[in-house]
């Protein structure tokens, strides 16, 4: 019987809102001693004591190199990047970490013959922002590296990701994590898009899920080298006010749409994903009232373990 050899895998920008449930989902599946997460950032707490962390700087190709050589990596999942909102605030700093990350790890990995997943992003279909423009460019260069070199490099476009366990980095789809947090706390929401914005939006389960199932397709069917296209769910934010609504009755909202309204604008409202259902049989799970329902009982029970956390460290319980 041939025996099944496990990736190596190090997961780039580990500490982010994917970062922190991918590596703990590359865990469980390949083993903790298996998959190293890294970032710039420090270990986050929901990752400390599950696996091995490294601190790299996805920006210096020396010790990107370094490690991957190290830890005989095979496979990297490069999650670091600056996202829509932030990245307008600083666009060159946006350009070069979202490009060079990219760059280095496709070197290192055309070199050395490794696996790659790059995640792109509903921003780049009309890219108007120059967080978009990096998606659209990227997704050209993993093109570029499969044809050029034979590079095995995967990408999804996610649209935006709504999670519990992390708090989103900057994107203009973030008030659909925000707003839960403000139910939660008993305070009015005031959003940053209008009523009737319709965006494309994933449980962070399935974007795992996902990503899961993309890497472990054989390599004769990955028909698309740019970026697959996958799809969750389509709703405004009127629409998942009235959703939490009914479980927290007095909730409010108030909208105040700021500079996000017109990077929201520039995305689609909805997503063609035939070609990742047709691949490697890909369809989401959930939907808008089974995320809610979700969100809010993680949320309700996170809240619960944060305060008798803080009543032990005070000694009260
Ligand atoms: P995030 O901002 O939450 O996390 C990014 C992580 O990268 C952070 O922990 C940060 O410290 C790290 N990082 C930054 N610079 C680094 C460097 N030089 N070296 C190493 N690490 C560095 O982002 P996220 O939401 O987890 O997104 C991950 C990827 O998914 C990004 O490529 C993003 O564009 C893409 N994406 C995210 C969403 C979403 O809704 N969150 C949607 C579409 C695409």
């Not at 809610?292 to 373990?305: A, G, S, T, W, Y």
Request: aromatic share 10%; net charge negative.
């Amino acid at each position: 019987m041939p025996t099944l050899t496990l990736p190596k895998i190090l997961v780039i920008g580990a500490a982010g809102q994917i970062g922190v449930e991918l590596t703990l989902a590359l865990r469980a599946k390949y083993g903790a001693e298996n998959v190293i997460a890294s970032d710039i950032s420090a270990e986050p707490e929901l990752l400390k004591s599950t696996g091995p962390w490294e601190t790299i700087d996805v920006l210096s190709a020396m010790q990107l190199q370094r490690q991957v050589i190290r830890a005989g990596v095979t496979q990297i999942y490069l999650l670091a990047a600056m996202l829509s909102a932030r990245g307008e605030t600083d666009p060159r700093t946006a350009w070069d970490l979202n490009m060079d990350a990219l760059m280095n790890v496709l070197e290192i990995s055309r070199e050395l013959h490794l696996q790659v997943f790059w995640p792109s992003s509903i921003a780049a279909a009309s890219p108007s922002t120059i967080y978009g423009i990096s998606k659209f460019s990227g997704e050209y260069l993993c093109q570029y590296y499969h044809a050029k070199f034979g590079l095995d490099v995967r990408s999804l476009r996610y649209p935006g990701l709504i999670s519990y366990k992390t708090k989103p980095g900057g994107g203009t789809t973030d008030y659909a994590v925000d707003i839960f947090h403000a139910a939660i706390d008993k305070k009015v929401y005031e959003c940053f898009l209008k009523a009737d914005t319709l965006l494309p939006m994933m449980y962070m389960n399935d974007a795992v899920r996902a990503t899961l199932m993309l890497m472990d397709t054989t390599e004769e069917k990955i028909t698309n080298r740019r970026s697959y296209d996958i799809s969750g769910m389509s709703f405004t934010p009127k629409e998942l006010f009235e959703k939490i609504k009914a479980f927290c009755p007095s909730f409010e909202i108030v909208y105040e749409p700021d500079h996000r309204q017109k990077i929201a604008e520039s995305w689609p409202e909805t997503v063609d994903d035939v070609l990742a259902r047709t691949d490697w049989n890909w369809k989401p799970s959930w939907n808008l009232c089974t995320m809610v329902n979700d969100m809010l009982v993680k949320l309700d029970e996170q809240q619960m373990q944060n305060r008798i956390q803080k009543l032990e460290m005070i000694g009260e319980l």
